[in-house]
Nanobody, 121 residues
């Protein structure tokens, strides 16, 4: 699976942004999809994940009620809607694909190249 993220950029604190991740190469609906992020000097952390159909989702506590993950299998795309952004959300955001549902594990099978999100205060 080849994954390409888009939609990052500079956003003011309190604002919103939507990331997209387009997949190609394998049956997209066969994969659970996740979003991760890595801030400068920090380890990569799990942000959100969605199951194959989108019926199950999982979020890290720090983004619950602010971020929403969704997917459109017909478009081979997964999204991350980010609202009420904070400066601490600044990071490179990566999407990833995994064959089985273990959302918060870092052991995903395929990774995108990442997209920068910068939240200014």
């Amino acid at each position: 699976v080849h994954l390409v993220e888009s939609g990052g950029g500079l956003v003011q604190a309190g604002g919103s942004s939507r990331l997209s991740c387009a997949a190609s190469g394998r049956t997209f609906s066969a994969f659970a999809m996740g979003w991760f992020r890595q801030a400068p000097g920090k380890e990569r952390e799990f942000v959100a994940a969605t199951s194959w159909s989108g019926s199950s989702t999982s979020y890290v506590d720090s983004v619950k009620d602010r971020f929403t993950i969704s997917r459109e299998n017909a478009k081979n795309t997964v999204y991350l809607q980010m609202n009420s952004l904070k400066p601490e959300d600044t990071a490179v955001y990566y999407c990833a694909a995994r064959r089985t549902w273990l959302p918060a594990t870092g052991q995903y099978d395929y990774w995108g190249q990442g997209t920068q999100v910068t939240v200014s205060s």
